[in-house]
């Protein structure tokens, strides 16, 4: 795994550990629920519970700064599909500004504004078309919401370097993703379920 080496770093794997400890107290719940796929699953994982959290911002925002200036050093924004993703590129972009390497977040929306330009991406003019994008993601199941922002992103002259998600579910949304952007989660499904 290209990540392995931040993984060792100390900070890095204090602050993944504790996370990792937020995600399984706050978000992770065995029961049995229809996904936005609309398929079944035993297990839920709702990580706005805790990337809305002041804590859990924070770390986000520290982790998934790092693991961008490892996979997208070049990259000059980050974003993703609204709802999941909006805490995940601002914490990012906070984080980034305080690190000294800005990235401007972006939010795709699910449909086009409904009024004046009726754009698919906000924050898309202050964007630097030559430099790459990063999406972000809260959990990898299908892939589909993926695959949506990237979609949009290169839709609107964006050239996407990599997505980086918080739980990558292992059903298949990995492949769907990689076939257009490498993937880069900082947990499974494994780290919740033996």
């Known amino acids: 795994m290209p990540l392995e080496s931040l993984y060792a770093e100390p900070v890095f794997a204090q602050q993944r550990a504790r996370l990792l400890d937020l995600l399984r107290i706050h978000a992770f719940a065995e029961r049995e629920v229809t996904l936005s796929s609309g398929a079944r699953s035993t297990f839920y994982i709702d990580c706005k519970a805790v990337s809305l959290d002041a804590e859990g911002g924070f770390l986000i925002g520290q982790l998934f700064r790092r693991m961008i200036d490892e996979v997208a050093p070049d990259a000059g ?12 590129a601002t914490a990012t972009s906070v984080a980034s500004f305080h690190a000294g390497r800005p990235l401007h977040a972006f939010i795709v929306r699910k449909d086009p504004k409904g009024h004046g330009t009726g754009q698919w991406l906000e924050t898309a003019a202050r964007l630097d078309a ?4 990063v999406v972000v993601e809260d959990v990898v199941t299908t892939g589909a919401s993926t695959l949506r922002a990237i979609e949009r992103s290169v839709g609107m002259g964006l050239r996407v370097a990599a997505v980086v998600a918080l ?7 990995r492949d769907a993703v990689i076939a257009h952007a490498p993937l880069y989660p900082l947990y499974t499904r494994k780290d919740f379920l033996p």
Not at 77 to 88: H, I
Not at 130 to 133: G, I, S, Y
């Open 167 to 173: 739980v990558d579910r292992l059903e298949g949304g």
């Open 130 to 133: 030559t430099r790459p994008v």
């Open 77 to 88: 924004a980050v974003g993703g599909l609204t709802l999941g993703a909006d805490p995940l």
